[in-house]
């Protein structure tokens, strides 16, 4: 069983920052690809990013260039750090984990076995 935890959501101006973390148990985070997803009231969760246990990193396109996801096995933590933000980006973010060594497909939300329980981002205009 993989317990994920999110943190850092908030509240910022558009143009502005923030950093969310996942810290993950288990002893085995360095096999596991990595993602974040969001949804936003009303709509359908969509995926942000990835990173597999090879540390190749995949964005969705309206986040590449202002979102950078990074990690770090030794922390059992992955971060996604968002710049830049849109009052679109507004969501709950999540974090994913698979357990699966392979890496294709990372933007589907059925590849991921174990999720956060979100943390909230909003971005006023």
């Known amino acids: 069983q993989v317990q994920l935890v999110e943190s850092g959501g908030g509240l910022v101006q558009a143009g502005g920052s923030l950093r969310l973390s996942c810290a993950a148990s288990?002893?085995?985070?360095?096999?596991?690809?990595m993602g974040w997803f969001r949804q936003a009231p009303g709509k359908e969760r969509e995926f942000v990013a990835a990173?597999?246990?090879?540390?190749?990193?995949y964005y969705e396109d309206s986040v590449k260039g202002r979102f950078t996801i990074s990690r770090d096995n030794a922390k059992n933590t992955v971060w996604l750090q968002m710049n830049r933000l849109k009052p679109e980006d507004t969501a709950v973010y999540s974090c994913?984990?698979?357990?699966?060594?392979?890496?294709?497909?990372?933007?589907?939300?059925?590849?991921?076995?174990?999720w956060g329980q979100g943390t909230q981002v909003t971005v006023s205009s």
């Open positions: 288990g002893r085995t985070f360095s096999n596991y690809n």
């Open positions: 994913a984990a698979d357990p699966s060594s392979v890496v294709g497909g990372l933007g589907s939300p059925y590849r991921y076995q174990y």
């Open positions: 990173i597999s246990w090879r540390s190749s990193a």
